[in-house]
């Protein structure tokens, strides 16, 4: 499966657009990660724990993105856009949305 931020796939024609698909995902992050980071915050430097966080969320929300597309029967998916959001009362909470056009390139 390609997958691409660009609306075209070079070398590649875009034969069928199958419709817009979405990866979500939704983490926790727990008391340690979170004093963890207050101590980064303290101290400086980057937050290790939150860095992993957000790299395991976007990609599984890239290989969700990816799994709806091949069940529409897509073999590509182009445009795609990450977003990112803190919630929970606390703000211990990552969501991260994959958005992309599902395509049959060939």
Do not use: C, H
């Not at 990660?33 to 599984?60: H, M, P, V």
Request: avoid cysteine; glycine fraction near 12%.
């Amino acid at each position: 499966m390609i997958t691409t931020t660009t609306p075209t796939i070079q070398g590649k024609e875009i034969i069928e657009y199958k419709g817009i698909v979405f990866g979500e995902v939704v983490a926790g992050v727990d008391f340690i990660k979170d004093f963890a980071a207050g101590l980064t915050n303290f101290f400086g430097g980057r937050s290790g724990s939150y860095e992993g966080e957000f790299i395991q969320a976007r990609e599984n929300a890239l290989r969700e993105m990816e799994s709806r597309a091949m069940k529409l029967g897509a073999n590509a998916v182009v445009g795609v856009d990450m977003d990112y959001e803190i919630l929970g009362a606390s703000n211990n909470m990552i969501m991260v949305t994959a958005s992309g056009t599902a395509v049959v390139i060939r």
